[in-house]
């Protein structure tokens, strides 16, 4: 981990699920972490917690001023940002089927998942490109690979994050600059209770799908991503739970 230390990572969406894991295993490893999330209470209390310094921003990455501003608003000795991991998603009102669904839900998932991920990276990336040397990694799902019924915006959104990923990774080879992602299968968060609107749902939902992956699971694959040796790079890491136990 000694290639890790004292490198600056900013992780979206970090006041929970697998983006607040991965902000403490990369903690853990002697990253320093910036975590972004939309409640800054909430946040605050989770960067405090980390083992190495942390620092928390507030950050709504559907908010395109908030974003292009973001790399003014960190402090000096912390602009220089090493790694970059775009976590924040949304599947408001998914899990039914299209006609069935808000619209505006569903433009919603899109402008989080697949815009937001973009502006965050527009705005780190030339830093990014005038040190020549980072790490880009995006989170995506299974469902950008192969969708499911009832996911039409959720699999879209993925879809899009696939594929700009991809070009992503062959735009800036031999820049210094590596693209990765990550595509998990179902995880046990509090991802379903944000979709339902509904603590019960959300938990049920989970008890009725069967084996799940955890958070620590996706976490673990960031870390072994950013982990390799600078002429290598994780194009994709697919992580499924074992549904025969």
Same mark, same amino acid.
């Given at each position: 981990?000694?290639?890790?230390?004292?490198?600056?990572?900013?992780?979206?969406?970090?006041?929970? /699920?697998?983006?607040?894991? *991965? $902000?403490?295993? =990369?903690?853990?490893?002697?990253? &320093?972490?910036? #975590?972004?999330?939309?409640? !800054?209470?909430?946040?605050?209390?989770?960067?405090?917690?980390?083992?190495?310094?942390?620092?928390?921003?507030?950050?709504?990455?559907?908010?395109?001023?908030?974003?292009?501003?973001?790399?003014?608003?960190?402090?000096?000795?912390?602009?220089?940002?090493?790694?970059?991991?775009?976590?924040?998603?949304?599947?408001?009102?998914?899990?039914?089927?299209?006609?069935?669904?808000?619209?505006?839900?569903?433009?919603?998932?899109?402008?989080?998942?697949?815009? /937001?991920?973009?502006?965050? *990276? $527009?705005?780190? =990336?030339?830093?990014?490109?005038? &040190?020549?040397? #980072?790490?880009?990694?995006? !989170?995506?799902?299974?469902?950008?690979?192969?969708?499911?019924?009832?996911?039409?915006?959720?699999?879209?959104?993925?879809?899009?994050?696939?594929?700009?990923?991809?070009?992503?990774?062959?735009?800036?080879?031999?820049?210094?600059?590596?693209?990765?992602?990550?595509?998990?299968?179902?995880?046990?968060?509090?991802?379903?209770?944000?979709?339902?609107?509904?603590?019960?749902?959300?938990?049920?939902?989970?008890?009725?799908?069967?084996?799940?992956?955890?958070?620590?699971?996706?976490?673990?694959?960031?870390?072994?991503?950013?982990?390799?040796?600078?002429?290598?790079?994780?194009?994709?890491?697919?992580?499924?739970?074992?549904?025969?136990?």
């Amino acid at each position: 981990m000694t290639g890790l230390k004292e490198k600056t990572a900013l992780v979206t969406g970090a006041s929970s /699920g697998i983006g607040l894991a *991965t $902000a403490q295993m =990369l903690s853990t490893a002697g990253v &320093r972490v910036i #975590g972004c999330a939309r409640r !800054l209470d909430r946040l605050q209390a989770k960067m405090d917690a980390l083992p190495g310094p942390a620092l928390a921003m507030e950050l709504d990455v559907a908010d395109a001023t908030a974003v292009a501003g973001l790399p003014g608003r960190l402090p000096q000795d912390w602009q220089a940002v090493d790694i970059l991991v775009n976590n924040a998603g949304s599947d408001v009102g998914g899990r039914q089927p299209f006609h069935q669904g808000d619209i505006n839900q569903w433009a919603g998932t899109i402008q989080t998942n697949v815009t /937001g991920l973009m502006r965050v *990276t $527009a705005a780190l =990336l030339p830093g990014m490109l005038e &040190r020549r040397q #980072g790490h880009i990694v995006n !989170l995506g799902s299974t469902q950008g690979l192969v969708p499911m019924a009832g996911c039409g915006a959720y699999a879209a959104s993925k879809f899009a994050v696939h594929g700009f990923t991809e070009t992503l990774r062959q735009e800036y080879a031999g820049t210094g600059i590596r693209v990765s992602e990550v595509l998990p299968g179902m995880v046990k968060t509090d991802f379903a209770q944000t979709r339902f609107s509904s603590v019960r749902r959300g938990e049920a939902f989970y008890q009725n799908y069967g084996q799940c992956l955890e958070a620590e699971d996706i976490a673990r694959s960031v870390l072994f991503v950013l982990e390799q040796p600078p002429h290598t790079v994780i194009a994709q890491i697919v992580i499924a739970p074992d549904n025969a136990g």
